[in-house]
């Protein structure tokens, strides 16, 4: 097996010597780091690291990371990034004054982009989204989770189940697949919403689990989509295919999305703009992971979710990017971090913490994914030269990443 070993790294960050699966509350505080470090990666996985008196003499390839920085890669657990065409016209009509919602009643945003993807051919999709992935592994994302949500319609749905499932198979990331047929009443459907609720839980899931295309279900729960009675129902029917819920609910409106989840054991709740004391208590009580997608509430010019109250609460908040069409037309995860601290107010440490190790647990990958830690997929990067992990959402938009390591490999 092929070793890759870094040496003088500055500083080696997010370390796990002793497996710490998740940072809850003041614990995102706690960034363990390893300065003037190594790090040894043997075939796709990571092998040893430590203080640079003990680097091993010998390795395959060496790299020399003098005054350079070393992070887990980035865990991405809520994308969109299967989608056709681009919706920059909803953009501008934004810009005169027409809100998001305004836009989706008149069957524009998703159900725009829902027309342009049932038009466009499987292998266009698998193309665009391919390089989608090859891009954002340039920003440091090492896995990442993807939703249908486009399609809305059998044939839909199923063909963007189906160009995830055949990434997991050629991208060199892992990636989890979220079945999000309840994205919004398609407008075929417009006043027959019982009927799709039917489509989805008597043709789409049963279809779906029979060829094993999802991991997890979703639902979109908001004034504009689903209520929480509907989310309830179809969080109960993915769970009869073995489906865990990860949800996006409290977006624009706080109207039970969260109880409906927590109540349901979801993985996660997403988004989260608006959130009340209540939600934030029936949250405390759980298990459920708040990820937090700031660049959406930028693009929207929307409020940011309140991370502090979350953090100081005790839960556990997770960072991703929401890469889509209509709210967030990035993947960029440094940016996210970015915002994060100087929108959110959440500290640098906090922030690697929700990008990386809850962002894993998110997508139940905290074994393989999200810290430096012996046997785990040696999915890291490398910085260009800076003094501090505060300097990666400090100097917003710049690109200051090397190099991208992938199961081993420089990429
Ligand atoms: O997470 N809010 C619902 N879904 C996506 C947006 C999808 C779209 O506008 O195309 C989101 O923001
Ligand atoms: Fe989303």
């Known amino acids: 097996m092929a070793s890759l070993l870094i040496k003088n790294i500055h500083s080696l960050v997010q370390t796990d010597i002793s497996p710490r699966r998740i940072a809850k509350g003041k614990d995102m505080q706690h960034l363990p780091v390893i300065n003037e470090a190594f790090l040894l990666m043997e075939g796709d996985r990571i092998m040893?690291?430590?203080?640079?008196?003990?680097?091993?003499?010998?390795?395959?390839?060496?790299?020399?990371?003098?005054?350079?920085?070393?992070?887990?890669?980035?865990?991405?657990?809520?994308?969109?990034?299967?989608?056709?065409?681009?919706?920059?016209?909803?953009?501008?009509?934004r810009l005169k004054g027409m809100s998001y919602e305004e836009i989706a009643r008149?069957?524009?945003g998703i159900q725009n982009s829902a027309n342009l993807l049932n038009e466009t051919d499987e292998e266009v999709l698998l193309k665009q989204a391919l390089n989608r992935i090859d891009e954002v592994i340039g920003y440091g994302t090492g896995a990442i989770e993807i939703k249908s949500g486009y399609g809305l319609s059998v044939e839909g749905e199923l063909k963007m189940l189906r160009v995830i499932q055949h990434l997991k198979e050629i991208a060199n990331i892992p990636i989890k697949a979220t079945f999000l047929g309840a994205h919004v009443v398609p407008q075929a459907y417009k006043n027959r919403r019982d009927e799709y609720l039917d489509l989805i839980i008597n043709t789409m899931l049963p279809k779906i689990a029979d060829e094993g295309l999802a991991d997890y279900i979703d639902v979109f729960c908001e004034k504009v989509a689903f209520n929480p009675v509907e989310t309830e129902r179809l969080i109960l029917a993915g769970e009869r295919f073995g489906l865990k819920a990860k949800i996006h609910t409290n977006q624009f409106n706080s109207m039970g999305g969260i109880e409906a989840s927590v109540k349901n054991k979801a993985l996660s709740v997403d988004h989260l703009e608006v959130v009340n004391?209540?939600?934030?208590?029936?949250?405390?009580?759980?298990?459920?992971?708040?990820?937090?997608?700031?660049?959406?509430p930028f693009f929207l010019d929307d409020p940011y979710p309140p991370a502090r109250k979350l953090i100081d609460a005790?839960?556990?908040?997770?960072?991703?990017?929401?890469?889509?069409?209509g709210s967030s037309p990035s993947g960029r995860m440094p940016f996210v971090l970015s915002l994060a601290c100087i929108k959110m107010k959440m500290t640098p440490e906090e922030a690697v913490n929700a990008a990386t190790l809850n962002g894993a647990t998110a997508m139940e990958m905290e074994h393989d994914h999200g810290s430096i830690a012996e046997g785990k997929v040696a999915n890291v990067f490398i910085t260009k030269e800076i003094p501090s992990i505060a300097f990666l959402p400090y100097a917003f938009g710049s690109d200051l990443i090397d190099q991208v390591i992938i199961n081993g490999k420089p990429v």
């Open 48 to 93: 040893e690291f430590g203080e640079m008196y003990a680097c091993p003499e010998r390795a395959d390839t060496v790299i020399d990371a003098k005054g350079k920085m070393v992070f887990p890669c980035w865990c991405d657990s809520h994308t969109h990034l299967v989608f056709a065409g681009s919706r920059e016209q909803e953009f501008a009509d």
């Open 106 to 108: 008149r069957g524009g």
């Open 277 to 296: 004391d209540q939600e934030i208590s029936c949250l405390k009580e759980s298990d459920t992971i708040a990820t937090l997608l700031p660049t959406a």
């Open 314 to 325: 005790g839960l556990t908040v997770a960072l991703a990017t929401d890469y889509n069409p």
